[in-house]
């Protein structure tokens, strides 16, 4: 399957814990966004990165959020001390270029719910 | 303020029974517009570009066309299997990292 993977599918925290989703973008594909949807709304743009670069982290929360992109392996988006309000579905979508004429192809998400 | 619209917000129809999507948009120097479809449980799969005024991309019983200010999706002879969730996104005007902005979506159920 040569598309955009994420993992876990779903992922069960309790307040306070870390989570760690990651994400392997399509083959030639170096750049990587993260967004999230929350129940109910639309997907909101969150962190654009190239390998080993955060390019564009305006979306991201400024606390307990990171991301990164190293030069071997998947994307991981990182959430520390999670609370309740982070329950959502959260998208990877990875691109040729970073220019915005082109489309982006997204994953299956990561279902994050928090107990 | 960028922003991207979509409606209605859900679409009932009977299978055969053709009708069009609208997504109205006010992103500066429009690089692209773009349709996905998603279904539950899955994330957003790509069906159309469009990049300028007065183009339009065809695939199966789906038909996107694209004036200055918004638009069109539109589903001729709609079979149940086309029941999903239709999202329209722009990148955001003022930034050139391709971060794209989404409408809240067209949810469409057809029924046979």
């Known amino acids: 399957n040569a598309g955009v993977m994420q993992n876990p599918r779903h992922l069960v925290r309790r307040r306070g814990q870390e989570a760690r989703l990651r994400c392997s973008p399509m083959?030639?594909?170096?750049?990587v966004y993260w967004y999230r949807q929350l129940p109910e709304e639309g997907l909101k743009f969150m962190v654009y990165?190239?390998?080993?670069?955060?390019?564009?982290e305006s979306g991201m929360p400024k606390e307990r959020f990171s991301a990164e992109f190293p030069k071997e392996g998947p994307s991981i988006l990182r959430i520390q001390q999670v609370v309740r309000g982070d329950s959502a579905a959260y998208f990877c979508a990875s691109s040729p270029t970073g220019k915005g004429n082109q489309p982006q192809h997204f994953g299956d998400g990561t279902r994050l719910s928090i107990l | 303020e960028d922003q991207v619209t979509q409606s209605p917000e859900a679409l009932r129809l009977q299978e055969g029974e053709s009708s069009s999507l609208n997504c109205s948009y006010t992103?500066?120097?429009?690089?692209?517009l773009f349709w996905y479809r998603q279904d539950p449980g899955k994330g957003p799969e790509f069906l159309f570009t469009?990049?300028?005024a007065g183009e339009e991309k065809e695939k199966e019983r789906l038909k996107a066309t694209l004036t200055k200010k918004e638009s069109f999706l539109h589903i001729t002879a709609p079979k149940p299997e086309d029941s999903a969730t239709y999202l329209c996104a722009g990148p955001h005007g003022s930034s050139n990292t391709g971060k794209l902005i989404f409408g809240q979506g067209t949810t469409l159920q057809v029924k046979p």
């Open positions: 469009l990049y300028s």
């Open positions: 992103v500066s120097g429009l690089r692209g």
């Open positions: 990165l190239q390998k080993e670069n955060i390019i564009d």
């Open positions: 083959k030639g594909h170096s750049h």
